[in-house]
């Protein structure tokens, strides 16, 4: 039976890199080697993000046993990542993994999965492996302790409730005026209060003119394509399609999440317009979702069964279409038409 290949996003996400997890394989999980082809023009990716039309092994020295314990998994770098994401419209990858003492072999498909990014998306990244040789990625170095600043002590500051002295000027004696006793000093802090009073009243008043002389703001007339509703209505459009990059249209019609139903009119639109990259896009990043629906539909596409050649789906392929019915087995595994197609093309 086929193993199943998977290129899936790392956790934290890293640009150039993934993971590289293998299911159903029987052999050992050490000294691995694995190749990839492409079907358009059968040619092998070699090392450097090559092609050429000799085989050419991407060596691995032990496979780590993935979370869930049901498969086999390993790091991968741009040299693996980025020639599988630049892929066009109607590129399929096949991998071949085998035993480098030529023991046991076996093929599957790969497909990136969601969320995986090229390294261009991160500037230079470099390979996680030497060569040809992919190896666990060694952990960073600590980063360096951060200096510590030494503060000098500040002074013990004494807060005291005393009032503080008033020294007072003094006065030239005169011989013939005897003073009047001292008056009672009085505290200032009763007209300092009354002076604020005054002042908030008149900043009051002042205000209360100023409102009452300026106009109200007019309404802003609200903006319908600023709008939520506005936005998603014109992101997923056939104008939309045609005006926007297509990386661009897709990401702005994923994040507006139309239904199904929806999305498959959409694709369907992409097909006829002839926007292969937008409908294998849509396609993949729903069905690899979870979204059954989406993900049979894609399936039929490379279903002999159900194939409708088009210029985006041109011919049939049992691998790719076994791929996606097994998608939907990982969600649903009592899916009667997904089990018995995707039983038929294992034959």
Not at 155 to 163: D, F, G
Not at 178 to 193: C, D, E, Y
Not at 300 to 328: G, H, M, Q
């Amino acid at each position: 039976m086929p193993i199943r290949v998977d290129l899936l996003a790392l956790e934290p996400n890293v640009p150039g890199k993934a993971r590289l997890t293998v299911k159903k394989w029987q052999g050992s999980e050490e000294q691995l080697e694995f190749s990839i082809q492409r079907n358009q023009d059968g040619f092998y990716l070699q090392d450097h993000k090559a092609w050429s039309n000799n085989p050419f092994w991407f060596k691995v020295s032990v496979f780590n046993v993935t979370a869930s314990g049901d498969g086999l998994e390993a790091q991968v770098g741009p040299d693996v990542v980025d020639p599988l994401l630049e892929g066009g419209a109607n590129s399929q990858f096949q991998i071949e993994l085998r035993e480098q003492s030529h023991g046991h072999s076996d093929k599957g498909v790969v497909r990136p999965g969601v969320g995986v990014l090229p390294s261009t998306a991160g500037g230079q990244t470099r390979s996680t492996y030497g060569g040809a040789e992919l190896t666990a990625p060694s952990a960073p170095a600590p980063a360096p302790a951060p200096e510590i600043l030494e503060i000098p002590e500040l002074p013990e500051l004494v807060l005291s409730t005393a009032e503080p002295e008033v020294e007072l000027e003094s006065v030239p004696h005169e011989p013939d005026y005897a003073p009047p006793p001292p008056p009672v000093k009085k505290s200032n802090k009763g007209l300092i209060g009354l002076l604020i009073a005054v002042l908030l009243l008149l900043a009051a008043g002042g205000g209360f003119w100023f409102y009452k002389r300026t106009p109200a703001p007019a309404p802003v007339a609200a903006n319908p394509a600023a709008t939520p509703a506005g936005a998603d209505a014109q992101a997923c459009t056939v104008e939309s399609m045609n005006s926007l990059p297509e990386l661009t249209f897709v990401q702005t019609c994923i994040k507006a999440a139309p239904d199904s139903a929806k999305l498959l009119e959409i694709i369907n639109q992409a097909k006829a317009g002839k926007h292969c990259g937008v409908a294998q896009r849509l396609y993949a990043n729903r069905a690899q979702a979870g979204d059954a629906l989406i993900a049979n539909a894609y399936a039929r596409e490379y279903d002999p069964k159900y194939l409708k050649a088009s210029e985006c789906f041109p011919v049939a392929d049992n691998a790719t279409a076994a791929y996606w019915y097994e998608t939907i087995l990982t969600q649903d595994p009592n899916n009667a038409e997904a089990k018995q197609r995707f039983e038929e093309l294992q034959k």
